[in-house]
């Protein structure tokens, strides 16, 4: 039996007399020290650290697209930009960045190089190479996106993965960076092992320079046909398959110990059932069922891991719960580890009940919504890695912060070039990113954590690995403050110290203290990490 310390903060016991949702009035009024709670109501929650669930691998974003240019050309801001991200800094009370502690990283097609001649309009959308037309390496090119990995580096996030939308332009059928050929791959079948020769050549090379290439997703949202716009190209699960072995095999011949992340699904469903086309669908069979033709659970490079993307099943919040639920119940039959990959405000589908609409909405209001996002797939199809789509781009059209963690105004304005440096935005999905990822951190186990949960209230709770630290996550999405009468069961001892973190449509992470004897408070409309630390 685990040793239990429970412990029942002020006017718990009066709490439980009556509705969970009754407002309280303190009997003293608030001080300059914390906020106000005159009209707040108190929330009963327990957090068990005996019961254990997944180990966190990390958060992270992606360097699609805007950072090839940036790191690049933006050298006024680049530096500032890249304390955003990776910084875990705490100055004055104040966290510098978020702390990325995983890092995406574009193997590029080449359609940059291309020019007005890819047949991609929006410059921003081609990417870079290190493959020439003569077939050797070019290893300068690439010059903003290693600026990203060095600085990731430098301010302590060292695990990248590597993730390609389309082969090199010098292996596909049509010789540009998208595709004409529908559902299957624009790879030509005499190149896969020069492909696959190719990502680890990469892979290679970073590694010798001190990086650590956790990974290499070779393939990219397969169900999409990818016919313009930008860099990408349909697969069957087979046509995947032979570019895993493909791949497997080079990563061997160079003595490298990355692995192979497959998956990278359009939405979740397709990784567990057949939606659409047979033939690049129903993933978690294909992959991982021996004898299948796609059959892939023996490569030595291949673990017992997949991946997929939270666009279009977040409409609603029983929607998305009911869908994390099946990945999380398929996920187990395969005995596999999963992780969210790419996720921004991409869908049309959102219940007009749960989010006012795009033209109404702040940029906390966009945020609230990733937070719910990202709390269901982690409690709920308990995923062990998650990312952001982009971390920065140019907000155009009222976009707001749909797709960006940081937002870019070249010199010429948002519809100017992207090349000419302007200024740049830390947005409220920053700031709530880093709500979960500046405090979870790799190696953090997630606890139990009990509460009447609902679409505006929720809440996770994680251990570090030395067992000195409970994290834990809110979002109150409601007009009142939330003060927390907290049951803490199978603790190693009781709290040091008690920080809060806060982050509102005013604040960005500002940090706070809990007195001793004292209730958490959580701010009207807030994300709260709270901090126990425990020795």
């Not at 600026?147 to 390609?164: H, I, P, T, W």
């Not at 997703?217 to 860099?231: I, K, L, R």
């Not at 999963?338 to 109404?360: C, K």
């Not at 952001?388 to 105004?409: C, E, P």
Request: aromatic fraction near 12%.
């Amino acid at each position: 039996m685990n040793l239990r310390h429970i412990f029942i903060l002020p006017a718990l016991l009066a709490a439980m007399a009556c509705s969970d949702d009754s407002p309280v009035t303190p009997d003293t009024p608030d001080t300059p020290e914390g906020p106000d709670i005159t009209n707040s109501v108190e929330k009963l929650v327990s957090i068990d650290a005996g019961q254990t669930f997944q180990t966190i691998a990390g958060f992270g974003a992606s360097d699609c697209w805007s950072p090839a240019f940036v790191g690049k050309s933006w050298t006024s801001h680049r530096a500032g930009i890249t304390e955003l991200l990776f910084s875990s800094e705490i100055v004055g009370g104040k966290p510098k960045g978020i702390g990325l502690s995983q890092w995406r990283v574009n193997l590029g097609g080449g359609s940059a190089a291309q020019g007005e001649a890819s047949g991609i309009e929006d410059k921003s959308r081609r990417a870079e190479s290190y493959l020439t037309d003569d077939l050797t390496y070019d290893w300068t090119r690439c010059e903003g996106q290693r600026y990203f990995m060095d600085r990731a580096k430098e301010l302590g996030c060292n695990n990248f993965v590597l993730f390609s939308n389309t082969p090199p332009v010098q292996y596909t059928y049509n010789g540009k960076g998208f595709s004409a050929r529908g559902g299957l791959s624009n790879l030509k079948p005499e190149h896969y092992g020069d492909f696959a020769g190719y990502m680890a050549d990469v892979a290679a090379r970073y590694t010798g320079e001190g990086y650590h290439i956790s990974h290499i997703s070779p393939v990219n949202e397969p169900q999409y046909n990818w016919d313009s716009g930008q860099e990408g190209s349909g697969w069957t699960n087979d046509e995947v398959a032979a570019l895993a072995r493909e791949l497997d095999m080079s990563l061997d011949d160079r003595g490298l110990s990355t692995d192979i992340l497959l998956g990278e699904s359009g939405d979740w469903e397709y990784l567990y059932k057949v939606k659409g086309d047979a033939n690049r669908s129903n993933i978690f069979s294909a992959f991982f069922t021996p004898g299948s033709s796609a059959y892939v659970g023996d490569l030595a490079h291949v673990k017992n891991l997949i991946c997929g993307h939270s666009y279009w099943t977040d409409g609603t919040w029983d929607g998305m719960r009911n869908v994390r639920k099946q990945v999380a119940q398929a996920a187990g039959q395969y005995n596999l580890d999963v992780w969210q990959s790419e996720w921004s405000m991409l869908g049309d589908n959102y219940s007009s009940s749960e989010f006012v609409g795009y033209e109404q909405a702040s940029e906390m209001d966009i945020a609230f919504y990733m937070s719910k996002v990202i709390h269901n797939d982690l409690t709920v199809a308990g995923v062990s890695s998650w990312s952001y789509w982009t971390s920065m781009d140019v907000s155009r059209w009222g976009h707001k912060n749909r797709f960006l963690l940081i937002s870019l105004v070249p010199a010429g304005g948002e519809y100017g070039d992207i090349e000419q440096e302007g200024s740049y935005q830390a947005t409220a999905t920053l700031w709530v990113l880093g709500n979960y990822s500046r405090f979870i951190r790799p190696g953090y186990r997630r606890i139990a954590l009990d509460l009447n949960e609902s679409r505006t209230f929720f809440g996770s709770a994680w251990l570090s690995p030395e067992g000195d630290k409970v994290v834990a996550v809110y979002t109150n999405m409601s007009d009142k403050a939330v003060r927390l009468g907290e049951t803490h069961v199978g603790w190693s001892n009781e709290a040091k110290s008690i920080a809060t973190y806060t982050t509102t449509g005013s604040k960005n992470l500002v940090e706070g203290t809990v007195a001793a004897g004292k209730q958490v408070i959580l701010e009207a409309k807030s994300v709260t990490t709270v901090v126990y630390s425990l020795k």
